[in-house]
């Protein structure tokens, strides 16, 4: 039966209905008038709307491509979103007779997808006790030269917790003595909160495979921005999905793209998007405070998402739509990675908001005689 994809449905039928969307993920989005002045507005307005380079326009795939150790355009293919960017990857490697790792939990669209496609899937689950790290030692024992891929998520979603370079190069290591390719979805990258930059595992495996895109840490979802950074052999093969797929992304959303991707705008964006999470994740906390007990909590370290265990008698999903019909609040179930007790809060939009939607859930909490 056709797996199909819990969290991104639930979302897209109720973050528009509701008065305070807390389910997602990102940074608060930017207009085009914060980064555009009158005269670019206009060159945009008088663009003309053709097909443009399926591939991605050269321009972009260059300023892409520099924010990558050694890699030049022809190791990047634009893509419609990160989750375009995903679904290439895996279409395009896995096949059902494939053993795939996957680091869970995580967005969850590539254990759907793998799952679809018939391959074994083996998983290792992020401990709680490890500040939400991969248990390494786990991961050895599961990697074999069998695995034809190790999926993980880095920064992490739901989790926040970001790879340290030793671990990186631990993993790169178990994966090189296996030949497995490494994919590291990096949507979260560059919205660390102490402003240090995590680095790409491109930087520590050559068998590694990029997804990442515009719509977290650059704040620009609805431009559907995304890219794979990879092996020029293999971008090749994944573009040729793509002509099958979407052809091409919006040549609008490339040009206002290769505009955020300028050095300039990009260290602006990602640094504004550090400060906002550094301030939002102490209004969490104290929030959190109030409610002694009934949580627990590893501060997120990159990424607009707060993931809590709760210690409340009712299940998560069931949770989640109790807070959307009686106080128009939306945040994800944990059931949604497959880990009830947990909630998933968006903690990336604007302060005042995420204010009025936490004293909602107080309100609801208190409802449930807690
Ligand atoms: C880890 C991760 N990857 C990919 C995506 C898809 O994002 P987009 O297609 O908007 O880039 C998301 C969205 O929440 C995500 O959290």
Request: aromatic fraction near 10%; glycine fraction near 6%; charge should be negative.
């Amino acid at each position: 039966m056709f797996k199909k994809f819990e969290m991104e449905r639930f979302q897209s039928l109720y973050e528009n209905e509701v008065k305070y969307n807390l389910s997602d993920s990102g940074n608060h989005p930017m207009s085009i008038n914060q980064l555009f002045n009158e005269e670019e507005v206009k060159a945009l307005l008088d663009m003309e709307i053709f097909y443009g380079y399926s591939k991605g326009d050269p321009r972009l795939c260059e300023a892409v491509s520099m924010w990558y150790p050694e890699k030049t355009s022809d190791n990047i293919l634009i893509t419609n979103g990160s989750a375009e960017a995903n679904f290439v990857m895996a279409t395009t490697l896995i096949q059902p007779e494939d053993e795939v790792v996957l680091v869970l939990p995580n967005y969850m669209q590539i254990p759907g997808i793998v799952e679809n496609i018939g391959a074994k899937i083996i998983n290792t689950y992020l401990k709680e006790e490890l500040d939400w790290h991969i248990d390494m030692d786990e991961m050895r024992s599961l990697v074999t030269p069998k695995t034809k891929l190790i999926s993980i998520c880095n920064p992490s979603n739901p989790t926040g917790a970001v790879m340290s370079d030793s671990e990186m190069e631990e993993l790169a290591e178990i994966a090189r003595q296996n030949n497995a390719f490494v994919h590291s979805d990096e949507v979260y990258r560059g919205s660390e909160l102490n402003n240090i930059e995590t680095k790409s595992f491109a930087n520590f495996y050559e068998k590694t495979i990029i997804s990442c895109g515009l719509s977290k840490s650059f704040a620009h979802p609805g431009l559907r921005i995304g890219w794979v950074v990879a092996d020029s052999s293999l971008i090749a093969d994944m573009w040729s999905r793509k002509d099958y797929s979407s052809i091409t992304s919006s040549v609008l959303s490339q040009e206002i793209a290769i505009k955020i991707m300028s050095e300039t705008n990009k260290e602006k964006i990602l640094s504004r998007s550090s400060v906002m999470l550094e301030s939002n994740l102490q209004l969490f906390q104290t929030w959190l405070d109030k409610h002694d007990g009934l949580f627990s909590f590893v501060p997120p370290k990159a990424g607009g998402m707060a993931f809590v265990g709760y210690q409340m008698d009712i299940n998560s999903t069931e949770y989640a739509h109790k807070l959307r019909t009686e106080q128009s609040v939306l945040i994800v179930p944990g059931d949604h990675y497959g880990m009830d007790s947990y909630l998933r809060f968006g903690i990336g939009s604007e302060a005042n908001y995420l204010s009025e939607g936490l004293s909602l859930v107080s309100d609801s909490i208190q409802s449930l005689g807690y």
